[in-house]
């Protein structure tokens, strides 16, 4: 079964920690995403890459930033964490052409800055 | 730009009632649409889609058809289950496709009650 898989669920990290969310994808897909989900405000797009070492902003990027050195792995980097970054952060991937099948997400990671 | 528009909720339905959840869109051109399901502590799954107008999207007994002249996409099921309890996420893909991300409404929070 392919799948998008995020490294953690659950996460608690302290203000000011260089905080690293993981994505690995194992469908070959060339699009990469970070959306962060909350309560009234729905998904919002911090991040996508469309190849290998390419990124591209997304409707809320301050604060972050993003690595995809491997086609497969697409990393979030939370600079200096901070508490406004609490939050469910979903990872999805898809084809260069999306419209046909849309996106696959992983699982979520819920992370807690305090 | 992009948006999607659907009811917030939460809907509360008895068990075997007939639901509908309407979705409508803001798009240039023709967009690609989705319906989403995200149950209580996962991530978000593909439900059904449709790539162009007149298109019917179905699965799992929920149907969706895409109306190009109302710019809508409601989602239907004729008889809900507790099991259906979940958050309904309906979402676009512009015209050009590519790796600008799904545009997401802010979800509808669907309880089913025996």
């Known amino acids: 079964d392919v799948k998008v898989t995020q490294s953690s669920r659950y996460l608690v990290k302290r203000t000011g920690e260089k905080v690293f969310l993981e994505c690995v994808q194992d469908m070959d897909h060339e699009n990469m995403f970070w959306y962060r989900q909350d309560p009234g405000l729905g998904l919002r797009l911090i991040y996508f890459s469309y190849d290998v070492k390419m990124k591209e902003k997304g409707d809320i990027p301050e604060g972050y930033s993003v690595s995809r050195e491997k086609k497969e792995r697409f990393s979030l980097i939370l600079e200096s964490a901070s508490t406004n970054q609490t939050s469910m952060y979903l990872c999805?991937?898809?084809?260069?052409?999306?419209?046909?099948?849309?996106?696959?997400f992983g699982s979520g990671t819920r992370l807690t800055v305090v | 730009g992009n948006s999607v528009t659907q009811m917030e909720g939460p809907v509360t339905l008895s068990e075997e009632a007939f639901l509908t959840i309407n979705c409508t869109y803001t798009?240039?051109?023709?967009?690609?649409l989705f319906w989403y399901v995200q149950y209580p502590g996962e991530g978000l799954q593909l439900l059904l889609k449709?790539?162009?107008?007149?298109d019917k999207g179905s699965n799992k007994g929920f149907e969706a058809t895409y109306r190009k002249e109302t710019t809508s996409f409601h989602l239907e099921k004729g008889s809900v289950q507790v099991s259906d309890s979940a958050v309904y996420f309906c979402?676009?893909?512009?015209?050009?496709?590519?790796?600008?991300?799904?545009?997401f409404g802010k979800g509808t929070h669907l309880i089913i009650q025996p």
């Open positions: 449709a790539t162009k107008a007149d």
């Open positions: 999805a991937s898809s084809l260069r052409d999306s419209r046909v099948y849309g996106y696959t």
């Open positions: 798009a240039t051109g023709y967009p690609s």
């Open positions: 979402a676009l893909i512009r015209s050009g496709g590519g790796a600008d991300g799904l545009t």
